[in-house]
T-cell receptor, first 117, second 116 residues
Framework: EPEVTQTPSHQVTQMGQEVILRCVPI?????FYWYRQILGQKVEFLVSFYNNEISEKSEIFDDQFSVERPDGSNFTLKIRSTKLEDSAMYFCASSHTLTGDLNTEAFFGQGTRLTVV | AQKITQTQPGMFVQEKEAVTLDCTYDTSDPSYGLFWYKQPSSGEMIFLIY??????QNATEGRYSLNFQKARKSANLVISASQLGDSAMYFCAMREGLGGAQKLVFGQGTRLTINP
């Protein structure tokens, strides 16, 4: 069964450093997303991406964040200068095939646990 | 106002019993979708079941069913014949509008513990 894969599964970084979280969405999906879950809290939407551009972003997704689809398969989230409060689980998700049902679920990756020290 | 409310932070159930996890939602959009995801201790988000706002019947997927009461704006998840492996966090989520990007709004979650 196709799945969304994320790397790395865990990342520890120093405050102020740049991190890049990587995702390979399901190959025939059109929409890509990043969500964040601070430990013990609910999952929060960060950004959606379609047709090589951001389609929507939340208040959390400030200038420190950026997303990119550098090639036909990868989808990355970059945090330019990490802060302690960026420590969280980051989920990548993808949805919607070209000919598929519009009412379909988003498939989530297994997450990257980011710890900023 | 919260768009998704899960009022049960924790639930404890005996194995083999049925369990209902509550979810209420708030939207003025006539077109929306409701989702339930399971998050085991390993952290991944596993899709369980989906209900569209125009669906006439309650969704079912194996042991999972969704008790959709549109007038009350509730979308409770029912797990029949619970198993030890059902112990996890369960999140209710909503997408407003049809098609397009799946911006999901999640509830706070319910931690379900199945006792042997």
């Amino acid at each position: 069964e196709p799945e969304v894969t994320q790397t790395p599964s865990h990342q520890v970084t120093q405050m102020g450093q740049e991190v890049i979280l990587r995702c390979v969405p399901i190959s025939n999906h059109l929409y890509f997303y990043w969500y964040r879950q601070i430990l013990g809290q609910k999952v929060e939407f960060l950004v959606s991406f379609y047709n090589n551009e951001i389609s929507e972003k939340s208040e959390i997704f400030d200038d420190q964040f950026s997303v990119e689809r550098p090639d036909g398969s990868n989808f990355t989230l970059k945090i330019r200068s990490t802060k302690l409060e960026d420590s969280a689980m980051y989920f990548c998700a993808s949805s919607h095939t070209l000919t598929g049902d519009l009412n379909t679920e988003a498939f989530f990756g297994q997450g990257t646990r980011l710890t900023v020290v | 106002a919260q768009k998704i409310t899960q009022t049960q932070p924790g639930m404890f159930v005996q194995e083999k019993e049925a369990v209902t996890l509550d979810c209420t939602y708030d939207t003025s959009d006539p077109s929306y979708g409701l989702f339930w995801y399971k998050q085991p201790s390993s952290g991944e988000m596993i899709f369980l079941i989906y209900q569209g706002s125009y669906d006439q019947q309650n969704a079912t997927e194996g042991r999972y069913s969704l008790n959709f009461q549109k007038a009350r704006k509730s979308a409770n998840l029912v797990i029949s014949a619970s198993q030890l492996g059902d112990s996890a966090m369960y999140f209710c989520a909503m997408r407003e509008g049809l098609g397009g990007a799946q911006k999901l709004v999640f509830g706070q979650g319910t931690r379900l513990t199945i006792n042997p």
